[in-house]
């Protein structure tokens, strides 16, 4: 399966029954047991992500990214914090739920901008660069490419998350594959850290910060890479 076949089963996933799923994982409404752990862990990596920004006590007013937005879940909180935020996803009827949901909060939101966009295709030159999740969706000869690019829009930081490819992962995986059922969708692909670091250092970064953010079914590998 090359990419374009990739990113347009994606496109429609996300537009169709992966909406639906992922629209309730990224709320507050009740979900299973197996989604009630995927959103607890998808909510710490939005939370440590936020935690570095605010240490670093220059929210109000940065410009920020955030390719492949879903909901909105990192995208509004950071604009709430006074953040200049881009949010952009390649479905639809993501970035409009993310849209939805700005104008829910409290005090109309004018620091925050949507586009349904695939990510490859921003252009644009921001402080920081986020994009959470979503390589799960690159396979891994694809990955250079799309870091390559954030890169290019990236001034000084670019924000990654990963599911990360270990060997106690690798067997999971394997594992569930032998029960696919009605969820599996799209097809998940994990990264090597060593080869996300790699690319990173090639587009002239270097990884500061990093975090793993885990759950029983969620696990996420976030690095924080800046301008050597
Ligand atoms: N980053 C969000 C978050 O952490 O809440 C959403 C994560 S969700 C697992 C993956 C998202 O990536 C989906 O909304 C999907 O539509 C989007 N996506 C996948 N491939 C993309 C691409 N090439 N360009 C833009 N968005 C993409």
Redesign the pocket.
């Known amino acids: 399966m090359n990419l374009v076949d990739d990113?347009t089963i994606?496109?429609q996933y996300?537009n169709s029954t992966?909406f639906d799923r992922?629209q309730r994982i990224?709320g507050d409404g009740k979900v299973n047991k197996v989604q009630l752990d995927i959103r607890t862990g998808?909510q710490k990596?939005?939370d440590t992500v936020i935690e570095w920004l605010q240490a670093d006590g220059n929210l109000p007013g940065l410009s920020v990214c955030?390719?492949?937005?879903?909901?909105?879940?990192?995208s509004i909180p950071l604009a709430e914090a006074g953040a200049i935020v881009c949010a952009?996803?390649?479905?639809e009827k993501?970035v409009a739920e993310a849209y939805d949901r700005s104008t829910a909060v409290p005090g109309k939101l004018y620091n925050i901008s949507f586009a349904a966009?695939?990510?490859?295709a921003l252009t644009g030159n921001f402080h920081t660069v986020i994009?959470?999740?979503?390589l799960?969706?690159?396979p891994q000869n694809k990955a250079a490419e799309?870091i390559a690019h954030l890169s290019s829009i990236a001034q000084s930081r670019l924000i990654l998350?990963f599911a990360p490819k270990t060997l106690a992962l690798t067997a999971l995986k394997k594992f569930g594959e032998l029960f696919p059922g009605p969820s599996k969708t799209t097809r998940a692909y994990q990264h090597r850290e060593a080869d996300i670091i790699k690319i990173l250092e090639s587009n002239g970064f270097v990884v500061k910060r990093t975090a793993m953010n885990s759950t029983s079914f969620y696990y996420s590998r976030l690095l924080e890479a800046v301008r050597k």
């Open positions: 990113k994606v496109r996300f992966g992922w990224y998808h990596t939005v955030d390719a492949g937005c879903g909901v909105g879940s990192l952009s996803d390649i479905s993501m966009q695939d990510l490859e994009c959470l999740d979503v799960i969706h690159y799309m998350s």
